[in-house]
């Protein structure tokens, strides 16, 4: 299983980090269970910020409940994850990551480690800067 993000490397102050992951020898709509957005800002540890589940259900750590979207595209086995209203606090590498289950870690304080889960992309460096 390999799971690749794409999107813009650059994102100007109060636009939208749009982000897509995807994945190849398994399918989103069928399992593993969950697959989740995480980023890691400079010297700071993974941040999950949420996942959607094979049944297309979302769930989100709740300092990104007012904030983040994430989606899938079937038919192109992709899931995606917005986040309007960007500001230098986002600059992040973004990872995309493909698990059975979240943890009550992740859930309840939005740390997570690596071995968390199953799959991981490559990341993807995000900078928001004007």
């Known amino acids: 299983v390999q799971l690749q993000e794409s999107g813009p490397d650059l994102v100007a102050p109060s636009q939208t980090v749009s982000l897509a992951c995807t994945v190849s020898?398994?399918?989103?709509?069928?399992?593993?269970?969950?697959w989740s957005w995480i980023r890691q800002a400079p010297g700071k540890g993974l941040q999950w910020i949420g996942a959607?589940?094979?049944?297309?259900?979302?769930v989100l750590h709740k300092s990104f409940q007012s904030r983040a979207s994430i989606a899938r595209e079937a038919s192109n086995n992709q899931f995606t994850l917005r986040l309007p209203s960007a500001t230098p606090e986002d600059t992040a590498v973004y990872y995309c990551?493909?698990?059975?289950?979240?943890?009550?870690?992740?859930?309840?304080?939005?740390?997570?480690?690596?071995?968390?889960?199953?799959?991981w992309g490559q990341g993807t460096q995000v900078t928001v800067s004007s």
């Open positions: 959607i589940h094979d049944s297309g259900g979302t």
């Open positions: 990551a493909g698990s059975k289950r979240v943890t009550a870690q992740a859930l309840t304080y939005g740390r997570v480690d690596r071995e968390d889960f199953d799959y």
């Open positions: 020898g398994a399918s989103i709509t069928t399992g593993p269970s969950y």
